[in-house]
């Protein structure tokens, strides 16, 4: 193993992480609320339904593991606290910021957690009589994500003076949520189906 093996390994679970928050966010976020229900829906309501769990429990499941403890039954995970723990000392600026960014995770991860305890990886019955978990806002996930970010490329700065851009800010058109539906809606009007 070489010494940036862990950071590397992180960091593609990281864009994994960004891209299915991502997709998830583009179809189904405020943006494209409107037209999501005119023809996003109605086009297969079953698969986008699901589609829109799988990427939210997917997503919710990814940052879970990440904030795993450094080993479960006495195997290594690669989590947050292996990567603070293989690569520390750090300088005290990294150290401070790194701090800040795990109070900022602990303040938005117990929801999170909750779900992925009784609802994603078990099958808690408590819960699955009485649908008692609470909602996660969008911004405790976005708040989680930012700080597991921040806290990789802290330590690869400092570690290796280098940070990374987990997901392209200038993505082509074909690539987002709009293009889809443009060719579900163009789809359904050459077909004769409803479109609002």
Known sequence: MSQFDILEAFKKELWDLENHWY????????????????????SHPLLFDTIKLRLHDH???????????????GKHNLSLKTLISTYKP????????????????????????T????????????????FDLPTIPIKEIESVI???????????????????????????????????LDILEAGRKALGLDVR
């Open 23 to 42: 997709l998830f966010l583009d179809l189904y976020g405020h943006e494209h609320k409107k037209r999501r229900r005119e023809v996003l829906f109605p």
């Open 59 to 73: 997503v919710l499941l990814i940052i879970s593991r990440l904030l795993d403890p450094e080993k479960t039954c």
């Open 90 to 113: 750090f300088s005290s600026e990294a150290l401070e910021v790194i701090e800040n960014a795990q109070s900022d995770i602990l303040a938005n991860f117990t929801k999170i957690k």
């Open 115 to 130: 779900h992925r305890n009784k609802r994603i990886s078990h099958n808690d019955l408590t819960n699955k009589l009485n």
């Open 146 to 180: 930012d700080s597991l970010e921040l806290v990789f490329n802290t330590i690869s700065i400092d570690k290796r003076n280098r940070s990374h851009e987990f997901f392209p800010r200038n993505l082509d058109d074909n690539y987002k949520a709009g293009h889809l």
